[in-house]
């Protein structure tokens, strides 16, 4: 069978790793009010793929999951099945393990069901490969550790320690670190839905670690 790019080939797929994933990207999809082949349609993805995703057949990437939480008006921690009870204002370290995928490793950094999205990440060091995202809302980064290489349109910027961007998510953007170590950021994202979420789509298999 060919591989379709922007999907995880056979041998990726775990469907043990994150159990809760199939069955909450099934009922959000089902209370936004979507089909499975409108909402495959808006996140870039073939419905038997987003069908094999629901069934637990297959596991999305990180970039996979923010499309998705963007399309359903929820957030990556929910998708995990890692939503607490109420709107603690207090985020505890080590409250949740990293979860890994593409060489990205993140921690929840702000509370669930929130329009702000907050992680800390590691992002690997920047290659050509790296894939360039475009998609509705804002971003803004904040460099904790290493040096980040920001691609934004047709300007690339380099980032040091205490260095921040604030800039459009509509902007093709890129980010990797210029460190071969790696990077430590702080990334927020804004919550918002779109009838065309363009995010593109990694291949990786997200993991605890």
Do not use: K
């Not at 999907?7 to 775990?14: H, R, V, W």
């Not at 808006?42 to 999951?65: D, F, I, K, V």
């Not at 290493?146 to 459009?168: I, Q």
Request: proline residues 9%.
């Amino acid at each position: 069978m060919d591989h379709v790019p922007g999907e995880a080939s056979p041998d990726l797929a775990a469907p043990d790793l994150l159990p809760d994933v199939a069955p909450q990207l099934r009922a959000l999809r089902r209370r936004r009010g979507l089909t499975l082949e409108a909402a495959a349609q808006r996140a870039g993805l073939s419905p038997a793929h987003l069908s094999r995703l629901e069934t637990g057949n297959r596991q999305p990437s990180l970039p996979m999951l923010l499309a998705l939480s963007r399309i359903y008006g929820t957030t990556v921690s929910e998708l995990l099945g890692e939503t607490p009870p109420g709107h603690d204002p207090v985020v505890r370290a080590g409250r949740s393990d990293p979860v890994e995928a593409d060489g990205w490793v993140y921690r929840q950094a702000g509370g669930a069901g929130r329009a702000l999205q907050c992680l800390r990440v590691h992002v690997p060091y920047a290659t050509r490969a790296d894939i360039v995202r475009v998609h509705p809302g804002e971003e803004w980064i904040h460099v904790l550790e290493g040096r980040v290489r920001l691609a934004l349109g047709d300007a690339v910027h380099v980032l040091d320690p205490g260095d921040s961007a604030h800039f459009d998510s509509l902007v093709p953007h890129r980010i990797g670190a210029a460190t071969r170590a790696g990077a430590e950021l702080l990334f927020v994202h804004t919550l918002m839905q779109s009838p065309v979420a363009e995010l593109c789509l990694g291949d990786g298999t997200p993991h605890r670690r």
